[in-house]
């Protein structure tokens, strides 16, 4: 079973932190991509990395791929309330169509 | 419409009971996936269609769940004799062939009661 970790699995912190949650697997991927969910929501895709070393910045959002495809990490700069929620990220495998998720991390941001 | 859509949203079933669940799909997706999300979980993938036909159905959990996508585009996941360990957010995602960007629904919060 292929799984992908995320860490921490609660964050909460104050308003204009800055803050990085992870996620790992022992196997590779050929791509990653990282959600958002809202409570009585579906996930809405932030982005996707396929490139070992990639680096995709959405606003305050910046998101990374290890160089051995095997981890990524997003970091949230000057957190907001409205960034509030569920983030997950899911992985996909060679040759698969599948997409393995994460727990996820759920994050509250205080004003 | 311009998202995947899901009804109904909420369902409450007395255990025993089958349920039907609907998704209507990105017009153009060609592939449907069902998923499961447990409450404090990330979901968990259950089946997958590429048009009518039903590739892979290896997540679905017990013989009393089935679905189906008769003509390609909207799918119907049915739980038969519902249970308490059935109560969970059902998810439906589609996407274009070939193609690992899924698009997800809103979800239907099963409760079995």
């Known amino acids: 079973t292929q799984l992908l970790e995320q860490s921490p699995q609660f964050l909460s912190i104050q308003e204009g932190e800055n803050l990085t949650v992870y996620c790992n697997s022992s196997?590779?991927?050929?791509?990653l991509q990282w959600y958002r969910q809202e409570p009585g929501e579906g996930p809405v895709l932030l982005v996707t990395?396929?490139?070992?070393?990639e680096v995709k910045k959405l606003k305050r959002l910046t998101f990374q791929f290890g160089d051995a495809r095997k981890d990524s990490s997003l970091h949230i700069t000057a957190a907001q309330p409205g960034d509030t929620g569920l983030y997950l990220c899911a992985g996909a495998w060679a040759g698969s169509y599948q997409l393995t998720f994460g727990k996820g991390t759920k994050l509250s941001v205080i004003p | 419409g311009a998202g995947v859509s899901q009804s109904p949203r909420y369902k409450v079933a007395k255990r025993g009971q089958d349920v039907a669940l609907r998704c209507d799909p990105i017009?153009?997706?060609?592939?449907l996936f069902w998923y499961q999300q447990a409450l404090g979980q990330g979901p968990e993938f259950l089946t997958y269609?590429?048009?009518?036909?039903?590739?892979?159905k290896s997540g679905l959990p017990s013989d009393r769940f089935f679905a189906e996508r008769p003509e390609g585009s909207v799918s119907t996941l049915k739980i038969q004799r519902t249970q308490q360990e059935d109560s969970a957010v059902y998810l439906c995602?589609?996407?274009?062939?070939?193609?690992?960007?899924?698009?997800f629904g809103p979800g239907t919060r099963l409760t079995v009661l």
């Open positions: 990395v396929v490139t070992g070393g």
């Open positions: 269609f590429q048009n009518e036909a039903q590739l892979d």
């Open positions: 017009s153009g997706h060609v592939s």
């Open positions: 995602a589609s996407s274009f062939p070939g193609y690992n960007e899924q698009f």
């Open positions: 196997s590779v991927f050929s791509s």
